[in-house]
């Protein structure tokens, strides 16, 4: 984030606390943001997305990530080559209803790169995906997934795969609820699952 003759710097030791930044849209997108904290802030209501944090040792904590158009929240950061960890966290965030413009492939949550924890996280009421990414030994624990999958079939609440180099991640504790297609199924049978390790 910012611009310095043509080439962005780096974001570091910077807390957003208790902003309310609405009806955008794109809520807050810090790329190459290292100690980095967006803590109790309401980023909902954008057309796009809420929040992209890309980096390392970055903390997002109680956002709230409702309403979004696509995606709610997206925190990434590690490299897989070296399985250098990005050791980012989210936190008791919130999104919910989002994908009301792109029904599919749009998560409440995505995730990337290795080392990051996913925890205590609510991802709620949409069409699709709850949560969807790739990487090397995350965790992701006490998250609440509920009313998901709804419209698609082949798909799950917790979504990730065609990789067979993203391993090591964890997931314990968390709760899927009312996870189901709910539309007609023309091809095959329903096959909506809370965690799908696709292909």
């Not at 309401?42 to 904590?61: I, K, R």
């Not at 709230?64 to 997206?74: F, K, P």
């Not at 989210?90 to 209803?97: F, H, I, K, L, P």
């Not at 709760?175 to 199924?185: A, G």
């Amino acid at each position: 984030m910012g611009i310095g003759a043509g080439v962005a710097k780096p974001l570091e030791y910077v807390r957003f606390r208790g902003l309310s930044i609405k009806y955008g849209t794109i809520g807050m997108n810090l790329d190459a943001a290292n100690n980095v904290i967006v803590e109790d802030c309401d980023l909902s209501l954008h057309s796009d997305s809420s929040l992209t944090v890309d980096g390392s040792l970055n903390s997002v904590v109680n956002v709230v990530a409702n309403y979004a158009g696509c995606r709610g929240i997206s925190v990434a950061g590690g490299d897989q080559p070296s399985l250098t960890r990005g050791n980012n966290t989210v936190t008791g965030c919130s999104a919910q209803r989002y994908a009301r413009w792109t029904r599919t492939y749009n998560p409440g949550l995505s995730f990337g790169g290795v080392g990051n924890t996913y925890s205590g996280n609510l991802v709620a009421n949409a069409p699709h995906i709850g949560m969807i990414g790739g990487g090397n030994d995350h965790l992701f624990f006490n998250n609440t997934f509920e009313r998901l999958v709804y419209e698609v079939s082949d798909s799950g609440a917790w979504y990730s795969g065609r990789s067979w180099a993203h391993r090591g991640s964890k997931l314990y504790n968390n709760t899927f609820l009312h996870c189901k297609d709910l539309e007609p199924t023309y091809l095959g049978s329903l096959a909506t699952h809370g965690i799908y390790y696709d292909d």
